[in-house]
């Protein structure tokens, strides 16, 4: 469903919701939103489906220097093993499919898309708008976490980010995703107090 920030109103939204409804859509869903924007959907019949920590770091604070020795630009042909790893790392609800991968890429005027490995063990995509970056997805493969490559490529895309002028960056993870968590505030992330939602609108079958 498009959705811009504070532009839809309870109404609004639940008129959308309606058209999908008719059409025979049985389940809507919301991107990650802020509180401030939840209110609206919740207002008209959405509940709460997943909870996301959000985290931020300043990077006018120290960052590793230069591009991290291992990594590599993504390639076409690098996209099943992007896949393979991401399917691996994240439960069903969170995995991304081709097109997801490049909505993320696409996401920002500026990208950067790294792996490590062939076959590929880890990937990150990141990017920067208006001097804020974000990191849009890091996976490592489970059978290859706790080798360092999740810092090693977030090492990485902070310093792209440095370079790009950014002067913060956010990004988000599950709630429950401890190993993550422990990674990003390692890497100088601090935990913000008020986190994201992803809602959901759904119909019973009957309706």
Request: charged share 25%; proline share 6%; aromatic share 6%.
């Amino acid at each position: 469903m498009p959705y811009q920030a504070g532009l839809l109103s309870v109404d609004e939204i639940a008129q959308t919701t309606s058209d999908l409804h008719d059409a025979s859509v049985q389940r809507v869903l919301t991107p990650a939103l802020a509180p401030s924007d939840c209110a609206s959907f919740l207002a008209a019949g959405f509940t709460v489906h997943e909870r996301l920590h959000l985290l931020r770091r300043d990077l006018r604070r120290p960052v590793p220097p230069g591009e991290r020795p291992g990594t590599r630009r993504a390639r076409r042909s690098d996209l099943d093993g992007v896949l393979r790893v991401d399917h691996a790392a994240f439960e069903p609800f969170w995995q991304l499919g081709g097109d997801g991968i490049q909505e993320a890429v696409a996401a920002t005027p500026q990208s950067r898309f790294r792996v490590i490995g062939r076959p590929i063990r880890s990937y990150v995509i990141c990017g920067c708008a208006s001097r804020r970056g974000y990191i849009q997805r890091l996976a490592v493969h489970p059978d290859h976490q706790g080798a360092g490559l999740g810092r090693r490529l977030l090492d990485d895309a902070l310093s792209w980010l440095v370079r790009r002028r950014a002067v913060s960056v956010l990004v988000n993870t599950q709630v429950g995703n401890d190993r993550a968590m422990a990674l990003y505030e390692t890497m100088g992330f601090d935990l913000q107090p008020d986190g994201l939602s992803v809602l959901v609108h759904e119909v019973s079958p009957e309706c």
